[in-house]
């Protein structure tokens, strides 16, 4: 192996808003640099400020033509880089896929797959990913699931089974996330006399092409409200996700892929009511984990919830379920060292 690994991709600062690419990426980088891996890391982001970075990359990719290479970005920025990469000649490399769209674009012909080939190792978060690449020729192809540093589990504070269920939404708020099913849901199960029985929260960014109907859709629903943000960077509010007892996570975004969020919820031991889309029935085992509802239908999302709101017994043991699987999913316990040999990264 050459001196120093080059590592691509977006990176976050730590106390500001980060994206799933950008926060995987800055755990990613920190395990590999803790286990001993010589790292010099190329901040895309960084580069998207600044010319003198992007051809600063370029010269670092010219030079070291036969070092190890990383790449961890979006699938059309991967795409490039690693067209970049074939034509200089650089063949050590592993692609570490961010989100779900790829395998997609490859099998919709949207991306040659001549580019990615030439990787040596390329990683997906899911199995029903690896199978589509294999489909498409691809021979290179492991599985590992998302991860991040767990440093605590929560104690669960449910006692009083009479109690309304809080149920809680923590990502990006779009309509692709599936929020307006949500609101939906909420409508159905009102008009059922539930509205004193559950709450939903949201926590999150909301998009600005959705804001307006986002905001017309929960004013009507007084047991629904937005929170602002919950960062989880600050471990302290991992107390907080835990206050609630089941996470909704609807979504039908064209790029999902392991969301992170999926740990978060597990760690603080919330099952998960998720649409079957992209890699969420292999993270979510139904009714011990999280209950799988079918994509963009709100009578069967507001059933699922109705489940959970009349047998509080049952959120209890399935959040007990969801804070045992929370460990699978730690940094260390993905990111391993005999996971390095295989990549030859030591």
């Known amino acids: 192996m050459s001196k120093h690994v080059f590592f691509i991709g977006p990176l976050g600062k730590e106390g500001g808003m980060i994206g799933g690419d950008s926060l995987k990426n800055l755990h990613l980088t920190r395990r590999l640099q803790k286990l001993s891996v010589p790292l010099r890391v190329i901040d895309t982001n960084a580069c998207r400020q600044s010319l003198w970075k992007t051809l600063s990359a370029i010269m670092q990719m010219m030079l070291h033509r036969k070092s190890k290479f990383i790449i961890s970005a979006s699938s059309a920025g991967a795409y490039k880089l690693l067209k970049a990469m074939r034509f200089l000649g650089v063949s050590d490399i592993i692609y570490w896929v961010v989100g779900g769209d790829f395998?997609?674009?490859?099998?919709?012909n949207v991306l040659s797959i001549k580019p990615y080939a030439n990787a040596k190792h390329i990683i997906v978060e899911g199995k029903r990913m690896e199978e589509t690449l294999r489909i498409c020729g691809l021979g290179n192809v492991m599985t590992l699931p998302n991860f991040k540093p767990i440093e605590f589990v929560p104690p669960k504070k449910r006692t009083d089974a009479s109690l309304p269920v809080r149920f809680v939404f923590l990502s990006r708020i779009a309509e692709d996330k599936g929020c307006s099913y949500i609101n939906k849901a909420a409508?159905?199960?009102?008009?059922?006399?539930?509205?004193s029985s559950y709450t939903i929260d949201y926590y999150g960014s909301i998009a600005d092409v959705y804001k307006d109907r986002f905001t017309q859709e929960t004013d009507a629903l007084p047991n629904v409200e937005y929170k602002g943000f919950l960062q989880l960077l600050d471990k302290s509010n991992y107390e907080v996700l835990a206050s609630y007892d089941a996470m909704l996570f609807p979504t039908f975004f064209y790029g999902e892929g392991f969301a992170g969020i999926f740990i978060d919820a597990f760690i603080a031991g919330l099952p998960v009511i998720a649409t079957d889309w992209s890699l969420n029935s292999e993270i979510v085992r139904d009714g011990e984990?999280?209950?799988?509802?079918?994509?963009?239908?709100?009578?069967k999302l507001a059933a699922a919830m109705e489940?959970?709101?009349?047998?509080?017994?049952k959120v209890?043991?399935?959040?007990?379920?969801?804070?045992?699987?929370?460990?699978?999913?730690d940094t260390c316990h993905v990111v391993?060292?005999?996971?390095?040999?295989?990549?030859?990264?030591?």
């Open 103 to 108: 395998p997609n674009l490859l099998i919709s």
């Open 187 to 195: 409508g159905i199960l009102n008009k059922k006399g539930y509205a």
């Open 289 to 299: 984990t999280g209950i799988i509802v079918e994509n963009r239908n709100a009578e």
């Open 307 to 313: 489940s959970l709101i009349l047998s509080p017994e």
């Open 316 to 329: 209890i043991e399935m959040s007990k379920a969801c804070q045992s699987e929370c460990m699978n999913y």
């Open 336 to 346: 391993t060292p005999d996971l390095l040999k295989r990549l030859d990264l030591t």
